[in-house]
């Protein structure tokens, strides 16, 4: 009887030391927090941190790249602070090899347009242009003194009828109307093979003035287009101190505040690394702004160009009497 409670009470020993030490077991981890990762499952969570930091990296740079690019376009809009001097001659500025003060020269010899010449009315003896659009008459005085090879280049294809018949292929209402393509898309630049740039004359893209279309420089052929825009508009060049400074002349100056214009597209900030785009200015509207006010507010489609053609019925010379 003894050895069998003996027994018994060692078995029931063994039995809550067992239970003891399974219960000690299965409390271990939750005692603890920790469990020990596998081989796996560590280099899945390097994989993971790795993956971060260069999500974090690439981040970090295009917010870099956005505050160098907006800086860029800062620093191109304001470039035109920086002064820069030009030689200019003396002399009256409406004879041969002359530089108007204050205006940017080209870098030929030419004649340079006295002060204001480009708003004055054509007068008796001069030749001007026509052109008679489905929508009104345009009439426009040339610069032949000027911008001799852009006038030349016109005055030829009126004579030969080229511009008879065709459309104002672009049209941005408050910015210009422009025509002379022969197909009415594309950029086909007709008539004389591409000839040269002539800035510097004292010719303004002033609202009203008429100036030569091109793909770049040099590359001016039968396209022109109308600067129909009612408040000026510096855009790269900045602001009246900016255009002052680089050399444009103050009648210009108080004519695109009073009439509108587009200064960026001037070509000699163009050749002072200001601005992309150059025009050459060969002529002007004296009659018919109206007109091309017009013109300007028609429907256009995605190409800006008008849903119903506005088309140059006839375009010629006339001599002011």
């Keep these: 009887m003894a050895e069998n409670r003996s027994k018994k009470t060692s078995s029931k020993s063994s039995s809550a030391a067992g239970t003891k030490k399974t219960a000690a077991k299965s409390a271990s981890p939750s005692a603890s927090g920790k469990k020990r990762l596998t081989v796996a499952q560590r280099r899945e969570l390097e994989r993971q941190q790795q993956i971060t930091q260069i999500l974090v990296t690439v981040g970090c740079l295009m917010v870099a790249l956005i505050l ?5 376009l800062i620093h191109e809009r304001r470039n035109g602070n920086a002064k820069t001097d030009y030689t200019t001659a003396s002399t009256s500025s409406n004879t041969a090899d002359t530089v ?5 020269p080209a870098s030929k010899k030419y004649k340079t347009a006295p002060d204001g010449e480009q708003l004055k009315k054509p007068k008796s003896g001069e030749e001007v242009a026509i052109l008679k659009t489905s929508m009104g008459t345009i ?16 005055k030829t294809l009126i004579k030969n009828g080229y511009y008879n018949g065709l459309i104002f292929h672009r049209v941005i209402n408050d910015f210009m109307i422009q025509t002379g393509m022969g197909n009415g898309s594309g950029c086909s630049f007709e008539g004389y093979d591409s000839f040269e740039d002539e800035f510097g004359r004292n010719l303004y893209n002033i609202r009203g003035a008429v100036s030569m279309a091109n793909a770049g420089a040099n590359t001016n052929g039968s396209q022109f287009f109308i600067v129909q825009t009612k408040q000026v508009q510096y855009y790269t060049i900045g602001d009246r101190e900016t255009f002052l400074e680089n050399g444009g002349a103050k009648w210009a100056a108080d004519a695109y505040e009073e009439r509108g214009g587009t200064v960026y597209l001037d070509g000699q900030f163009r050749e002072k690394g200001l601005t992309r785009s150059g025009h050459t200015v060969f002529g002007q509207v004296y009659s018919g702004m109206k007109v091309v006010d017009k013109i300007a507010a028609v429907d256009t489609d995605g190409n800006d160009q008008p849903l119903e053609d506005v088309v140059i019925e006839k375009a010629y010379l006339e001599t002011v009497e």
């Design 100 to 104: 108007a003060s204050g205006v940017y």
């Design 139 to 154: 009439k426009i005085r040339l610069f032949p003194e000027y911008a001799p090879t852009a006038v030349e280049n016109f």
């Design 68 to 72: 160098i690019l907006t800086f860029v």
